[in-house]
């Protein structure tokens, strides 16, 4: 994996509880797996993958499809070697096509890639220290 | 989740909330409203955060529930 800073990688995968591949010939994540939720004793498969990566100043940010119309927008980044991570979840009713967004769109900020996504955030989060999430303004 | 009883009394715009698919970051709960119902069957439209999930279906066989998504 080369120059590539694996805790950013594996922040992500933490997130979206999967395994995360990176290529070692560009900035492209890949993970895809199925897992099986109990929703208050209703067990649910929901899958997970990943449809578009995107590194922009050592800022990592990748869409990933859920179950249905559910998408997530995940960022990582390090500030004072701290690993901060951002969840936006997606309505991808609301915007174009989720797969390869990131490269068709190829946002210089995390800023320019909301800027795009607009109507399609329906939540956002910040994870600021293990397992401790808070809902963004 | 959902038991016999409730099987028969729930009405068109009926909703169950269930946890959530992340409730590590929040407590948001997936949601299903019932869209559709006959003797032995109910339709939800599944939700979280709002986002349609799909639609599933519980079906009555036998006095024994049983989920498609």
Not at chain 1, 114 to 130: I, Y
Request: aromatic share 8%; glycine share 6%; with cysteine.
């Amino acid at each position: 994996m080369g120059n590539v800073n694996r805790n950013l990688v594996y922040a992500i995968a933490d997130v979206l509880g999967t395994t995360v591949t990176f290529a070692h010939d560009g900035p492209k994540m890949k993970a895809k797996e199925t897992r099986t939720v109990n929703l208050s004793g209703l067990k649910v498969k929901i899958s997970v993958e990943i449809v578009s990566s995107w590194i922009a100043s050592d800022v990592y940010m990748v869409v990933a499809k859920s179950t249905g119309n559910l998408a997530m927008f995940i960022v990582a980044k390090e500030v004072s070697k701290t690993s901060i991570v951002d969840l936006h979840f997606l309505n991808l009713a609301k915007m174009d096509a989720a797969t390869g967004w990131l490269e068709k769109q190829k946002p210089r900020s995390v800023n320019e890639a909301l800027k795009h996504l607009d109507r399609a955030v329906v939540a956002s989060f910040v994870k600021l220290k293990k397992n401790e999430w808070s809902k963004a303004a | 989740m959902l038991n016999l009883e409730e099987f028969e009394k729930l009405e068109i715009g009926d909703q169950i909330e269930t946890r959530g698919l992340f409730p590590k970051v929040d407590q948001e709960p997936v949601v299903l409203r019932l869209a559709a119902r006959d003797v032995n069957s109910l339709e939800f439209v599944v939700t979280y955060f709002g986002v349609t999930l799909g639609r599933w279906k519980c079906s009555n066989k036998e006095g024994a529930l049983s989920w498609e998504m």
